[in-house]
């Protein structure tokens, strides 16, 4: 896990790069006044040396049962917070592979969060799923078999669709701006309540991703 750049409104007004992102996002009054005034702060997350989705996994080809993976069990962990994708690939050629499998970690703001991905893949076929949370840590990885088959697989990585801390965020215009090593990408979906932005340009080797974004919180 890097350690993600985030600075406030007030922050920002004080700060070197202020000048460029004020003339360049909108109203200098509105980004630097403090949120007891507007109802918002406006943050800027920085994720410098972010590392390619589907590269780093987490859990690669792993056997389908019931079990707890912990973090001396993860071949990587998740650099900066993001929502995470499981993999199951059904080897049987007549029924459909079944279970749950539970992340439990942390989220961009330190809370301990936990989300339950269920599993219902067609023979012969494999399917990947992703969160709707954001994880910065992932601590451990449940798995819980319901189909009768021996040999199916999973994994588990991450995605290029990323958090923001001092989420939830009151509107979707709310992300306003997101880089990709220092060029403008534009914002395809914004998760409010989630605090998860999808952003165009996805990174294909480590580099800096920012998100623009105001929140009340």
């Keep these: 896990m890097a350690t993600q750049n985030v600075l406030s409104s007030e922050q920002l007004a004080a700060s070197p790069v202020a000048d460029k992102v004020l003339t360049t996002d909108g109203d200098v009054n509105a980004w630097a006044a403090p949120a007891a005034i507007f109802g918002k702060r406006t943050y800027v997350a920085s994720y410098p040396d972010a590392q390619v989705g589907g590269v780093a996994q987490i859990v690669t080809g792993r056997a389908f049962a019931d079990e707890t993976l912990t973090t001396a ?37 330190g809370a301990t969060i936990q989300e339950v991905v269920t599993v219902n893949v067609s ?70 309540t989630n605090g998860v932005v999808n952003i165009v340009a996805a990174i294909v080797a480590p580099g800096e991703i920012v998100i623009f974004y105001n929140s009340a919180s």
């Design 73 to 109: 069990n993860f071949a990587n962990q998740i650099d900066y917070p993001r929502t995470v994708s499981v993999t199951a690939q059904n080897l049987n050629i007549s029924t459909n592979m079944t279970g749950t499998v539970t992340l439990n970690g942390t989220d961009a703001d």
């Design 123 to 192: 023979p012969s076929t494999t399917t990947t799923y992703e969160t709707d949370l954001a994880f910065i840590l992932l601590t451990t990885i449940v798995t819980d078999k319901t189909d009768a088959h021996v040999g199916d697989q999973y994994s588990v990585g991450v995605t290029q669709d990323w958090g923001v801390p001092n989420y939830p965020l009151a509107a979707a215009g709310d992300a306003f701006k997101a880089t990709v090593d220092g060029v403008n990408s534009g914002i395809t979906a914004v998760d409010t």
